[in-house]
């Protein structure tokens, strides 16, 4: 039986260890799609919800340096990005009044920030688009995805023939999933027969029904999830009721929450100026979800990238909410059939929690 008090201490430890920098199980963490914007043509007669659209872009262009740099620092990002989000939320609202043309011009301005699409999958769970991230010192995934259903993202928990963990791409194939990214932090437990169990750091669910027992958070753990309804939910929980009442369905907990409502949430020191390779878990307010994978930790590919610039970045792509996840020799990106991105490690890391679409 796995002692859940033992959990919880490790689980203090362990956050101690990533606040300085241990990488020790819990990560601190050629097609070029470009990143730069490329200004939305207004044409005579433009509607006004072309004309937000513009608004919004010049905004946000502000706040990223096309040759790659992260050009903004996230006080100035937050400055303009009081702005932006006025105009993101005006134009989500319009998007309620008005849905055949504003949800097809949001989509052109969302894309066009993502860049090309590498990949594309259309079927009868998701919608998927992947982007290719190629930036000076930097590389990486991303992908927006479209749920068609409540059944067409899933938490998956390490299965008990594989208690050390279960890599990305095992996970994806086990569910046959067409998509995958590593999910939550985990720790190691020694169960009273001596077999070690890799369990989920923090809060995870899975169908409604905790992992274990509640874990009240502790040094920013915050947990990130999907309601019923693939709504994002997500936050720093003391008690078990207010993560129920927020409507989770599913779901894992890393450190820290990135953005809320287009604005930057604070980020601690002790996690903030770190370039780590990393995997961000964010959403749309049209719905559809995003995710990012930074490769990092290799200088001759990708050094990795701050929560900082990350939050920049974010801001850039028009993502309202996002959450970090867990990074370093973790961070992985699947779809249909291979790894996309590059692993810190060299290999796969077999982890506790994994996140994976059905096709």
Not at 59 to 87: C, H, I, M, P, R
Not at 223 to 249: I, R
Request: aromatic share 6%.
């Amino acid at each position: 039986m796995i002692n859940h008090r033992g959990i919880i201490i490790l689980t203090l430890v362990l956050l101690a260890a990533l606040a300085i920098g241990l990488d020790i199980g819990v990560a601190t963490s050629q097609s070029e799609a470009q990143i730069d914007i490329n200004t939305y043509a207004l044409e005579k007669g433009a509607t006004p919800i072309e004309e937000q659209l513009a608004k919004t872009e010049t905004v946000s262009t502000a706040l990223y340096n096309g040759t790659g740099a992260f050009k903004a620092s996230v006080d100035e990002a937050q400055a303009k990005d009081e702005q932006l989000s006025t105009e993101l939320a005006d134009l989500a609202k319009k998007a309620a009044n008005n849905k055949n043309l504003s949800i097809e011009a949001y989509e052109k301005i969302i894309v066009s920030r993502l860049g090309k699409a590498i990949y594309t999958h259309n079927g009868d769970n998701s919608q998927i688009m992947i982007f290719e991230l190629e930036k000076e010192d930097l590389r990486g995934y991303m992908a927006k995805i479209r749920l068609k259903n409540s059944s067409a993202l899933r938490v998956t928990i390490n299965p008990d023939d594989k208690p050390k963990g279960e890599t990305t791409s095992a996970a994806a194939k086990r569910m046959d999933a067409i998509f995958a990214v590593n999910g939550g932090g985990f720790a190691k437990h020694t169960t009273e027969d001596g077999v070690v169990h890799l369990v989920p750091l923090g809060n995870a669910m899975v169908k409604g029904k905790l992992v274990g027992d509640f874990i009240p958070s502790v040094s920013d753990l915050a947990f990130a999830g999907f309601s019923k309804t693939n709504k994002l939910v997500g936050g720093v929980y003391d008690k078990e009721e207010d993560l129920l009442n927020s409507g989770a369905w599913q779901g894992v907990s890393f450190v820290p929450a990135l953005v809320s409502d287009w604005e930057p949430l604070t980020i601690p020191s002790k996690w903030a100026s770190a370039k780590q390779p990393r995997t961000v878990l964010g959403q749309y307010p049209n719905g559809d979800i995003f995710f990012i994978v930074v490769d990092g930790r290799q200088s001759n590919w990708s050094n990795g990238i701050t929560l900082e610039e990350m939050q920049v970045l974010l801001l850039h792509l028009g993502v309202m909410e996002a959450f970090n996840l867990d990074g370093g020799g973790s961070s992985t990106m699947y779809y249909n059939g291979e790894v996309l991105n590059k692993p810190s490690d060299g290999s796969e890391r077999a982890l506790a929690t994994n996140i994976v679409v059905m096709p």
